[in-house]
T-cell receptor, first 113, second 115 residues
């Protein structure tokens, strides 16, 4: 069965410093993986997705993620945090054949001035 | 391109009352999803439609929750009667059937408070 584990429930960084949000996945098949962001009182917005075409995936707002099969990881990074990045981030795996999403428990990113 | 629309944005009801939520997906998106997001948790899929047929409703509490998607476009989710534990944000999402990765696009959600 597919699943994702977000290793940190809360992450705090200073503005201008790098961001790392960690996600490990479990899948019997080649997975489809996504990162979504949710700002307060807003819907979920797709940041990026892994499509098996390239292991380094670039998304919106300067975010990127690297698919590492050997480590079963799909960590989200950004070189320099901005105050507007403060939000909840969800790692998602899509169940093969059904396209059903399995969400991680989320990581709340706090950006300090 | 217009996004996924949901209404109402907020709803407060007493327990044992009924409530309905409405969703209008992105034009042309054949697949529609309803999720329940309890505070502090990730969204949980309640039901998935492909056009107007149900693909997956295994996590829908069918004794109190119902959903329909008439004509394969708009959808409504109903709770009758509501319980305190139904307090959550209800998210609607849609995706293109022909998108192999089936990226889902979410609406702003309806925040339900059951008193």
């Amino acid at each position: 069965a597919q699943s994702v584990t977000q290793l940190d429930s809360h992450v705090s960084v200073s503005e201008g410093t790098p961001v790392l949000l960690r996600c490990n996945y479990s899948s019997s098949y080649s997975p489809s993986l996504f990162w979504y962001v949710q700002h307060p009182n807003k819907g979920l917005q797709l940041l990026l997705k892994y499509t098996s075409a390239a292991t380094l995936v670039k998304g919106i707002n300067g975010f990127e993620a690297e698919f590492k099969k050997s480590e079963t990881s799909f960590h989200l990074t950004k070189p320099s945090a901005h105050m507007s990045d403060a939000a909840e981030y969800f790692c998602v795996v899509s169940v093969s054949g059904t396209y059903k999403y399995i969400f991680g428990t989320g990581t709340r990113l706090k950006v300090l001035a | 391109e217009a996004g996924v629309a949901q209404s109402p944005r907020y709803k407060i009801i007493e327990k044992r009352q009924s409530v309905a939520f409405w969703c209008n997906p992105i034009s042309g998106h054949a697949t529609l999803y309803w999720y329940q997001q309890i505070l502090g948790q990730g969204p949980k899929l309640l039901i998935q439609f492909q056009n107007n047929g149900v693909v997956d409703d295994s996590q829908l509490p069918k004794d109190r929750f119902s959903a329909e998607r008439l004509k394969g476009v708009d959808s409504t989710l109903k709770i009758q009667p509501a319980k305190l534990e139904d307090s959550a944000v209800y998210l609607c999402a849609s995706s293109l059937a022909r998108d192999r990765e089936r990226s889902q696009y979410f609406g702003p959600g309806t925040r339900l408070t059951v008193l």
